[in-house]
């Protein structure tokens, strides 16, 4: 046997490998469209960040006549109650991107837990909690989190709490049916074999083998996370004026939008372009996690014909990724 | 039958009896393939001629270019593959100049594919009958493609009745499920057909018919035909010419007789060694090493660094063909020297001299999966100290049972005891010692190693469970456990994805031994990995069971390992022992029906059987 000691190859030298959640973050960063969402939503945080040190004027001062179109004064003219549109929105955006990370966080894992507890145990533990999430499901998203809010009231906690409840099943479901996936491998039989505890197999085994998956949902979570804090902002169930937000400017100055447009189209801009942005690079995740999208390079023309291989398939699933 | 097929039975019947004087119905000329974005070789140089109704056996392990080689044959590439140079003619057309349009034309009618696995190239949402016709449809009129239909089916040997032709693929067993993609391969008379293992998952009586459907049908239509396989001895049975690839080139091309009985090529030398001999004639002995990945082939010989005869000069240049016969052709320097090959000759297993104790006590025990019973009242004794093999075929509940001793399995009635102790069903009722007693090891190494764990802390992970161990003697264990299955220590900081699929068995083994264990079960551990690493495998697996006197329980569904490795065997099928005993009584003197049909149907071959003519 001594031969074979010297004969094995060597593959790269042995360093440890980056955990599989900043592999897949650093391979979406490098695709076009990972760049691009993250170009677009890396403006729209950084105005969130930058904005309430750059803003030219306190949120809450008055500049001029309510909905006074754009002058030297206030670029974008003013609101509702005359104070400066501009200002109101550099400083508004900290709050809704927080509040998003935080419930996406929250909502994320919750239902990993729950979705890899049901996946593994099955059974009555299965039945129990897939039922209970399905119920959480059956109810209308926003209604749900209205009806939490309008009980306990407008506060910040429960409005992140509230879009966690709506995220908690849909990511259990996830979490739950890569776990069944992940519990038939071999490896994990082999724990099971030597009788290691079953939080530990969920823990240790499963749980870093699922990330991929997780990631995907994690991105289309917070893309939904955004929307819904901004609506709910909007409905006047988030922060209360005249604390400056966006979807707080954008309900106050809808009743002259043809007057002064500024207030309410450039909060949506800024929403839009932060939604999109997240939107693509969770694509770009996906498309990393799943193993479809090569870094930048020369495309490859595929020589289709017969459907021999993976080829065809990976293809026509690129198309398919979930948006 | 047609008179197409009547002249194609003419000349292949020619091409059998005289000397071949034929122009070449098709003609590889030079291929090479690259990776697109590398521009790195998968496969280059490879030069085939293929005369009318001659099967050709295209050998080699995993990731030599066989199957690029044979898709490349239909003009058809893997995404991110690109042909850069030569021409593949078939009936003097270059299919490399034709554009997509032209390609799909000429698939179907000039050239034809039966692909490994008829259960995913079938539609299962289509009826058996839609897809021939579908695969007819360049017949012209309605009437004679279903003559046509009819008349494919019976040469594959499948009924045209009503209830086959309205029946989905699932429907059909794996055989009969191959033979239609065989019927749609033939359909449009083509002048190659590229088969690419059409036998790997069919069970060895099945399989055995599907070749002589193969055999017969070749002959009689005058296809030429490239016949994939990593069996040698599936080749050997089929085929009259070979071409064994190592490394995206050919190492040696000629008659399948002289290429097994005397290979010049010292791969084609260890191949044949490393295949297990179901007839007890020869031992086993595996190629060191494993085959280098395209861009990392230097500049020699690609098979220098494996070699056991490599002289200088091979470092320097890829060698030239050496002709060493008519139609054989051999890339090595050393071709023309005369060494004899000789294989090793295995030494027959002595009877006991001592008392055997039972390790293993198996009484009545019935399985099943939900509904369906899958064990009927097996009882099995295995001795202490003794290789003892479990063998069947695909569902004949070999795992099963395996998989009930080691605890991974619960649903089962009937008594199970290891040294005398009682087994709980299910491993975790069962208390520490005893899940320690028993180590398994699992088919596919691929899945058996958590990817996230590096090699050490997989080998570590189950000691630790049962041990309270130092940091220090943590590591110490696992460079020993490493060292006994002859792997580098340094390997402990690496991933499983670094290592080759010999490695990583050899990792799941060690990680057993480390526990010490009174029972080890090898559960088919060999039958992913490629004949010269699964030689390697059984050689090691048998010397750390003469060594530490180790009880083994070795499932597999190859005889020929069985002769190789263990002293006793149960024959199992559909859900009983049939037969048990010591392996060379069982194998020589097989007394239940579907033992003597596994010993019959196995295909073999046997070097000494070749015999040149003077």
Not at chain 1, 186 to 214: C, Q, Y
Not at chain 2, 436 to 442: L, N
Request: aromatic share 4%; net charge positive; charged share 20%.
């Amino acid at each position: 046997m001594a031969e074979s000691l010297n004969a094995q190859t060597g593959g790269p030298s042995a360093r440890r490998r980056p955990p599989e959640w900043i592999v897949v973050l650093a391979r979406a960063a490098v695709t076009r469209r990972g760049r691009l969402g993250l170009a677009l939503a890396g403006l729209i945080v950084a105005i969130a960040l930058l904005g309430p040190i750059l803003a030219p004027k306190s949120p809450t001062e008055f500049v001029g006549m309510p909905f006074a179109p754009p002058s030297g004064g206030a670029v974008f003219g003013a609101d509702v109650l005359g104070r400066d549109v501009l200002s109101r929105v550099l400083a508004g955006g900290l709050a809704i991107l927080t509040l998003a990370a935080i419930a996406t966080a929250l909502g994320v894992s919750i239902g990993t837990s729950l979705g890899v507890a049901a996946g593994y145990m099955k059974g009555p533990v299965d039945e129990v909690i897939m039922r209970t999430l399905d119920v959480a499901l059956a109810f209308p998203q926003i209604i749900l989190a209205l009806l939490l809010v309008s009980i306990v009231g407008p506060e910040l906690w429960l409005v992140c709490v509230a879009v966690a409840a709506i995220h908690a099943p849909q990511v259990a479901r996830v979490a739950r049916s890569a776990t069944l996936r992940a519990a038939e491998e071999d490896f994990v039989r082999h724990t099971e074999a030597f009788g290691l505890p079953r939080w530990k197999i969920m823990l240790t085994e499963i749980l870093p083998n699922i990330v991929s998956p997780l990631m995907v949902e994690t991105g289309l979570r917070l893309t939904y996370s955004i929307s819904l804090i901004a609506s709910l902002s909007f409905l006047g169930f988030g922060l209360q004026p005249p604390a400056p937000d966006w979807g707080v400017i954008i309900n106050e100055n809808r009743i002259a939008i043809l007057s002064n447009p500024w207030p309410v189209l450039i909060p949506i801009l800024l929403i839009a372009t932060l939604t999109v942005g997240v939107n693509l690079f969770s694509d770009a995740i996906a498309r990393s996690a799943l193993g479809i999208e090569a870094p930048i390079g020369p495309a490859q023309p595929n020589a289709g014909g017969i459907a021999v291989g993976a080829a065809g398939t990976t293809r026509s699933r690129a198309g398919a990724a979930p948006l | 039958m047609g008179p197409l097929a009547r002249r194609g039975l003419v000349l292949g019947l020619h091409h059998c009896d005289g000397p071949v004087v034929d122009v070449p119905v098709v003609s590889v000329r030079n291929l090479r393939v690259e990776v697109s974005a590398s521009a790195v070789d998968v496969i280059d140089g490879v030069n085939l001629d293929l005369q009318r109704g001659e099967i050709l056996g295209l050998v080699g392990e995993s990731g030599c270019g066989k199957t690029t080689l044979a898709l490349a044959l239909l003009g058809y590439r893997r995404r991110g593959l690109r042909i850069t140079d030569g021409q593949i003619l078939v009936d003097g057309r270059d299919l490399l100049s034709l554009s997509e349009a032209e390609l799909g034309h000429v698939r179907g009618s000039l050239v034809a594919y039966v692909p490994q696995d008829p259960a995913t190239a079938l539609n299962p949402a289509m009826r058996i009958e839609t897809q021939l016709l579908e695969a007819m449809a360049r017949i012209d009129g309605r009437r004679q493609r279903r003559a046509r239909m009819v008349e494919v089916l019976a040469d594959v040997g499948l009924p045209s009745t009503q209830a086959f032709l309205r029946s989905y693929p699932h429907q059909l067993s794996g055989g009969q499920q191959q033979r239609v993609t065989i019927a749609m391969a033939f359909a449009n008379r083509p002048r190659l057909i590229v088969m690419d293992e059409p036998t790997t998952g069919l069970d060895v009586t099945t399989q055995a018919h599907v070749l002589d459907t193969v055999r017969r049908l070749c002959k009689e239509q005058g296809v030429a035909t490239v016949y994939v396989s990593h069996d040698l001895a599936v080749v050997a049975s089929l085929a009259q010419r070979v071409a064994v690839m190592y490394a995206g080139r050919t190492v040696e091309v000629g008659p399948v007789g002289e290429v097994l009985s005397s290979p010049r090529h010292p791969y084609v030398r260890g191949l044949i060694r490393a295949v297990p001999d179901v007839d007890g004639r020869r031992d086993l002995r595996g190629i060191r090493g494993q085959a280098p990945e395209p861009g990392k082939r230097g500049e020699g010989c690609f098979f220098a660094p494996r070699c056991p005869d490599v002289l200088p000069v091979c470092w320097e240049a890829f060698p030239p063909p050496v002709d060493v016969a008519v139609n054989h052709r051999v890339w090595c320097v050393r071709a023309l020297e005369d060494t004899a090959f000789e294989t090793d000759v295995r030494s027959p297993t002595s009877p006991s001299q001592r008392p055997t104790q039972v390790m293993l006590d198996v009484q009545g025990v019935s399985a099943w999966y939900g509904q369906s019973q899958v064990l009927r009242d097996v009882s099995l004794a295995i001795a202490a100290g003794e290789c003892s093999a479990i063998v069947g075929e695909s569902g004949s509940g070999k795992t099963t049972l395996a998989r009930c001793i080691a605890g991974l399995h619960s649903d089962l009635e009937g008594q199970l005891s290891l040294a005398g102790r009682h087994l709980a069903a299910g491993a975790r009722a069962r208390p520490p010692e005893l899940r320690r007693a028993i180590q398994y090891v699992f088919q596919n190494p691929y899945a058996s190693l958590n990817p996230r764990r590096t090699i050490g802390e997989s080998v570590v992970q189950p000691l630790r469970h049962f041990e309270q161990l130092s940091r220090s003697e943590a590591d110490e264990r696992v460079r020993t456990a490493l060292e006994e299955v002859a792997l580098r220590p340094s390997l402990v900081d690496r991933y499983p994805h670094q290592l080759s699929g010999g490695e990583r068995q050899r990792v799941a083994i060690a990680r057993a031994l480390a526990l010490s264990p009174q029972l080890l079960i090898c559960d088919e551990v060999t039958s992913s990995l490629d004949v010269s690493v699964q030689a390697v495998i059984i050689q090691l697996l048998a010397q750390l069971q003469r060594e530490r006197g180790l009880t083994m329980l070795f499932v597999t569904h190859n005889l020929a390992l069985v002769r190789t490795i263990a002293r006793r065997v149960a024959v199992m099928s559909e859900g009983r022992v049939v037969e048990s005993g010591l392996v060379d009584d069982v194998l020589a003197h097989p007394k239940a029906a579907e033992t003597q049909r596994l010993v019959r149907d196995i295909p073999r071959f046997d070097p000494a059987r070749f015999s040149l003519p003077a």
